[in-house]
């Protein structure tokens, strides 16, 4: 299956990193294309491939996916065997719930935390409501490791979309230094740990200044 994904800065753009992890679960081989972002002509670049003006984007034999989350349906519809999902189904539905609560919410985290893998210094101060997101951001990973069935470091033990697709929160949460529970800087540390992980920080930071 021939699978390219397009997408924004490695630096910037988080919801391309959901989608570049995703990918990486599945284990299928892929191509990518970098649009950067706010530049003048980043929308009619991103417009030759999709009407939405927004990246991600993968282009598949099916047609072209738009949007994270679906991106992430998807991958996990045609790569059953990978275990995209937990196989559980508690697990499972849980892990849905979870992305999509962050795919329409955490508005004050978001907006006052901007995504950038080369920052390294706190929000001062932290708004009411930054702080009110941080707080139920941890006790929904809490819910999501509450009903895993699965050994291991990650949310549901073993790598999943879910994973995929809080690790920009555990950017934002190291990028800004918040002090976090035990439990909760380890799940951190995994997400950084994650070669899939390392691979994209590691170009988005040679991206510096460029």
Not at 27 to 55: C, F, M, W
Not at 86 to 107: E, L, V, Y
Not at 126 to 131: F, L, N
Not at 165 to 188: G, H, M, N, S
């Amino acid at each position: 299956m021939s699978l390219h994904l397009i997408i924004g800065d490695k630096l910037y753009s988080s919801w391309s990193l959901r989608a570049a992890l995703a990918l990486e679960l599945t284990g299928a081989p892929y191509t990518e294309a970098l649009i950067k972002l706010n530049q003048p002509d980043t929308r009619e670049r991103i417009l030759k491939h999709s009407p939405t003006g927004k990246v991600p984007l993968l282009k598949t034999a099916h047609g072209t996916v738009a949007d994270s989350l679906a991106i992430g349906e998807y991958l996990a519809e045609q790569f059953p065997d990978a275990g995209l999902w937990p196989k559980d189904t508690a697990a499972r539905a849980q892990a849905r719930s979870a992305c999509a609560q962050m795919h329409a919410g955490f508005f004050a985290m978001r907006g006052n935390m901007p995504f950038d893998l080369s920052r390294d210094a706190p929000l001062s101060p932290v708004p009411a409501d930054v702080q009110a997101d941080v707080e139920r951001m941890l006790a929904l990973w809490a819910e999501c490791r509450s009903v895993a069935t699965d050994a291991g470091p990650f949310l549901f033990g073993r790598a999943t979309l879910a994973d995929a697709y809080f690790a920009p929160i555990a950017v934002r949460l190291r990028t800004y230094q918040v002090k976090l529970p035990v439990a909760d800087e380890a799940y951190v540390e995994t997400i950084y740990q994650w070669p899939a992980f390392k691979a994209w920080q590691k170009a988005g930071l040679e991206e510096v200044g460029q």
